[in-house]
């Protein structure tokens, strides 16, 4: 809390979230956790990074009972509905190279829906490299292929994704 309050360098509380997928922790103390660290965000005036896996309700319910400052939703796997209640909630929404995947398709309907001031995307290196590299250990330089794929999903082109991530990540991040 010291650091998040007060090291310029410090930007977001976070990775935080609920991960129901593997059930490694009980669900009650992730829960529990997730909230003092919205709690914990309250108190900094810092935005959030959200995990969320296989648990968008539960989150959405804890984000509206302790709202942060702003946030984005980390690493997309919802739907398209997922998307529109996080962006009504003033999140944003960050794309991985999953999006890339055959079997992507409602992450794909999401990202041509999620309007152009709350996208964002990402590596979530090491994990998700995007086609045409899925398979490798992923890395920052494949974000190239996420975003060529996000672009034409779109309609824009590359330079006009990456000027509009560019903007909502220096707006989120208050960079």
């Not at 804890?62 to 209640?85: E, I, M, R």
């Not at 672009?151 to 707006?171: F, I, S, W």
């Amino acid at each position: 809390e010291r650091l998040a309050s007060s090291h310029p360098r410090v930007v977001a509380v976070g990775e935080i979230g609920l991960d129901f997928y593997y059930d490694h922790s009980p669900r009650d103390e992730q829960q529990a956790w997730f909230t003092k660290f919205l709690q914990l965000a309250q108190r900094v005036d810092k935005p959030v990074v959200l995990h969320i896996r296989d648990a968008h309700d539960e989150s959405r319910a804890a984000l509206a009972a302790t709202p942060p400052p702003g946030g984005v939703v980390h690493c997309f796997t919802g739907n398209l509905a997922d998307a529109q209640q996080y962006v009504a909630m003033g999140l944003y929404v960050s794309f991985s190279g999953i999006l890339t995947f055959k079997s992507a398709r409602e992450i794909q309907e999401a990202a041509r829906w999620v309007p152009a001031d709350r996208i964002l995307i990402e590596t979530d290196c090491p994990y998700l490299a995007p086609v045409p590299m899925r398979g490798r250990r992923n890395e920052p330089s494949f974000l190239v292929h996420t975003a060529a794929f996000v672009a034409q999903l779109r309609g824009v082109t590359v330079d006009e994704l990456a000027e509009m991530t560019t903007a909502n990540a220096h707006r989120l991040f208050r960079l």
